[in-house]
């Protein structure tokens, strides 16, 4: 079985800094594009970050030039560097991975969430 364990989250003052990170672990042949999104209670789920496996990115206009997604393919883990934090950025944010488990088999795969305040 695959899961993906997230890390990182906690309360952080407006304007400072935090690292979230997730890895993947399990069953798996290869793992595709991985991504970040969160959601606040009454929402939806939005789509922060993206990465592909050879580094492409792609950010929601609301981070963009504050988060920093990365990723270690030999340690299956996807990293979100976040800079110049706004109380606006409050939620839950998930892991998602698109992950290959056998020549037939492919699934995105979340994690339970880690939850980011950003208060004064």
């Known amino acids: 079985q695959v899961q993906l364990v997230e890390s990182g989250g906690g309360l952080v003052q407006p304007g400072g800094s935090l690292r979230v990170s997730c890895a993947a672990s399990?069953?798996?042949?290869?793992?595709?594009?991985m991504g970040w999104y969160r959601q606040d209670p009454g929402k939806q789920r939005e789509l922060v970050a993206a990465i592909t496996r050879g580094g492409a990115t792609n950010y929601a206009d609301s981070v963009k030039g504050r988060f920093t997604i990365s990723r270690d393919n030999a340690k299956n883990t996807v990293y979100l560097q976040m800079n110049s934090l706004k109380p606006e950025d409050t939620a839950v944010y998930y892991c998602?991975?698109?992950?290959?488990?056998?020549?037939?088999?492919?699934?995105?795969?979340w994690g339970q969430g880690t939850q980011v305040t950003v208060s004064s």
């Open positions: 399990g069953r798996i042949l290869s793992i595709n594009a």
């Open positions: 998602n991975a698109d992950i290959k488990i056998s020549w037939n088999q492919r699934s995105d795969y």
